[in-house]
């Protein structure tokens, strides 16, 4: 079984400059999670989804953060635009159900000139 | 509102030896708590999870980590250390809602 697929794993750009990150999940996954895990820190939530309807995105910057899960299954999560703070690795995960174990993709890392 | 407090941000020990990682949790509600593993340029592995029952959770590669109420602690153990082993580990607390918060995280040192 194929595990959560994320692209790119690795994007440089210029600040200001906009970004996109894609998260194919686990089929059947009902539920999709975006992280953002700083240096030396754990993951934090940006937003979840119970298929294509965004549940919890208290912690999406709305000014620059924006997300969208079209039909339920793949998710893309982008900024624009983006600021040298932005810098981290965003982590994509899935989950059968909000109860359900999560499984992460490999992150993409992401640096902000 | 949740929290995850991981005491000891660094942890190293010779390979063989005891492992203990420390952790910390509050929670308003019974909690969900999980062990997850991270290698480098990796994503989050699931090493553990207690949810309901028994409080001593055995994982994957000899890990096992047991739910203390009292204490709100979830600390997780290896008898003997493998330099397989050298990683960074998160413990995080769920609550019912999917609502998930990580600790900062370990980092285990394994040394020959």
């Known amino acids: 079984e194929a595990g959560v697929v994320q692209s790119p794993r690795y994007k440089i750009i210029e600040k200001k400059q906009p970004v996109a990150f894609w998260c194919n999940p686990i089929s059947g996954h009902n539920t999709l999670y975006w992280y953002l895990q700083n240096l030396g820190q754990g993951p934090e939530l940006l937003i979840r989804y119970e298929n294509e309807e965004a549940v919890d995105d208290s912690q999406l910057p709305k000014d620059r953060f924006s997300a969208e899960r079209l039909k339920g299954v793949d998710s893309t999560l982008k900024i624009q635009p983006a600021e040298l703070g932005d810098s981290a690795v965003y982590l994509c995960?899935?989950?059968?159900?909000?109860?359900?174990?999560?499984?992460f993709g490999p992150g993409t890392r992401l640096l902000v000139l | 509102a949740q929290s995850v407090t991981q005491l000891g941000s660094h942890v190293s020990v010779s390979e063989g030896a005891l492992v203990l990682l420390r952790c910390n949790y509050s929670s308003s509600v019974p909690p969900y708590l999980f062990w997850y593993v991270q290698y480098p340029n990796q994503g989050l592995q699931l090493l553990l999870k207690y949810t309901t029952g028994a409080t001593l959770v055995k994982g994957i590669n000899g890990f096992e980590a047991e739910f203390k109420k009292s204490e709100t602690s979830f600390h997780l153990t290896k008898p003997s250390a493998h330099m397989s082993d050298a990683a960074e580990y998160f413990c995080a607390v769920s609550d019912p809602f999917g609502k998930s918060t990580f600790g900062d995280g370990t980092t285990l040192t394994v040394k020959p």
């Open positions: 995960a899935s989950s059968q159900n909000k109860e359900g174990t999560q499984y």
